[in-house]
């Protein structure tokens, strides 16, 4: 659930392989949260060293509005 999500918190986010080569979840960390409506808001990841190096070189901050596609690592 995106609701206990806060900045600083590990998460993991679905890549779409329509978009990423690197399609799949991948780990990385909130570092800012922007709301967008009263439900959503947009989660600004920044991806791991590793996970960043997986997608060939793609920007390491990636933005994630759909909740289904982001899940808090414990």
Excluded: C
């Excluded at 993991?12 to 808001?41: C, H, K, M, N």
């Amino acid at each position: 659930m995106t609701e206990s999500i806060r900045v600083g918190d590990r998460v993991r986010i679905l890549l779409d392989s329509e978009f990423w080569q690197g399609a799949g979840w991948v780990e990385g960390t909130v570092v800012r949260i922007e709301p967008y409506t009263v439900q959503r808001s947009f989660y600004w990841v920044r991806l791991g060293d590793e996970a960043a190096a997986n997608l060939g070189g793609m920007p390491g901050l990636i933005s994630v509005l759909n909740p289904n596609k982001i899940q808090k690592v414990e």
